[in-house]
């Protein structure tokens, strides 16, 4: 789970034909260009040590919206969406709390993901 590996991973899951078919909404676009980068970066974090940290998060594998926010959306199109994902496509394991580190990484990937789609 190394930051310069974040281009490495949204390579391959352009080859996902799940994962490559989300994209934000001109509106979603809208929404990170009025809030900016710094404000989808926090709701981000928040969204992610919520739904996503504990070693057992409630309703794992549903937990994500499918729409909503833009961050929900870059959550499926990055696999960081619940724990079985973010197992298999970022070698992060299920069954413990995620650490500060792969939170931080998390929202990197996010991030990433969301300033390719609208910028």
């Known amino acids: 789970m190394d930051e310069a590996q974040i281009p490495k991973i949204l390579e391959a899951l352009k080859k ?8 934000l909404s ?5 929404y990170v260009y009025e809030r900016g980068m710094d404000t989808i970066q926090s709701h981000a974090f928040d969204f992610v040590h919520k739904r996503l940290s504990s070693a057992n998060p409630l309703h794992d594998g549903k937990q994500t919206p499918m729409r909503g ?28 709390n995620l650490t500060e580190k ?18």
């Open 16 to 23: 996902s034909s799940f994962r490559n078919r989300f994209h």
């Open 26 to 30: 001109e509106k979603e676009k809208n």
């Open 69 to 96: 926010h833009p961050v929900f959306i870059a959550q499926h199109a990055t696999a960081t969406c619940c724990r079985g994902c973010l197992e298999k496509w970022h070698h992060i394991p299920k069954g413990r």
């Open 102 to 119: 792969e939170v931080a990484y998390i929202v990197q990937v996010l991030s990433k993901w969301i300033r390719k789609e609208c910028f």
